[in-house]
């Protein structure tokens, strides 16, 4: 599937559809309402990047910075047939460069095990788990990277 350089660009209100198919693809039933979607996409001071492999979008990230200078991931996907290529890192490397805060924390489901992975690989842990935090009662883990900014 991939024969093409992953590009990572600034996402807008024009992905909105596609954007919309990411979400089902990846989340299934915790898969964001359009409006929700609409607003990433929209609202200001909001850091949404997408990945293009040959003209078309193989992934998404967005999420901004809270008023205590924690970068927060508030979603990351990628379709599944553009998976275990360097995606999802590439979109979350870009994602830290663009936030720029010293800290970066995110939650994730505690079975999503590809997830983790992906996140211990680039310098995150655990630091909480929030019980109960999926719409089905499963918990999410709260993982964090800490960074010097210079
Ligand atoms: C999690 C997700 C974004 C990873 O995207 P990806 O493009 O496949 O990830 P990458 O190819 O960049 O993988 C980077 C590293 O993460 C780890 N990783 C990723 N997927 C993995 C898997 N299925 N099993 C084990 N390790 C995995 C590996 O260490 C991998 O490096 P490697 O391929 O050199 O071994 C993708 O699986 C996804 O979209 N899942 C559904 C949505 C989701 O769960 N989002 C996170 C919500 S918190």
Not at 7 to 36: H, N, R, T
Not at 79 to 96: C, D, I, S, T
Not at 137 to 142: A, F, R
Request: glycine letters at 8%; charged letters at 25%.
């Amino acid at each position: 599937m991939q024969n093409g350089p992953i590009i990572i660009e600034k996402a807008g209100f024009s992905d909105l559809l596609v954007l919309q198919k990411l979400e089902k693809a990846c989340f299934d039933k915790d898969a964001w309402p359009l409006l929700d979607l609409a607003g990433v996409l929209t609202l200001p001071r909001i850091i949404r990047l997408k990945a293009v492999i040959n003209y078309k979008i193989a992934g998404f990230i967005a999420g901004d910075a809270d008023n205590q200078n924690i970068g927060w991931v508030s979603t990351i996907g990628v379709f599944p047939e553009y998976r275990r290529m360097g995606v999802g890192a590439a979109l979350l490397k870009a994602f830290e460069a663009d936030v720029s805060t010293p800290e970066i924390r995110l939650t994730v489901r505690q079975s999503n095990q590809p997830a983790i992975k992906m996140y211990e690989e680039l310098g995150y842990s655990s630091i909480e788990t929030w019980e109960a935090y999926y719409k089905d009662g499963e918990d999410g883990l709260v993982m964090r990277k800490l960074r010097a900014i210079t």
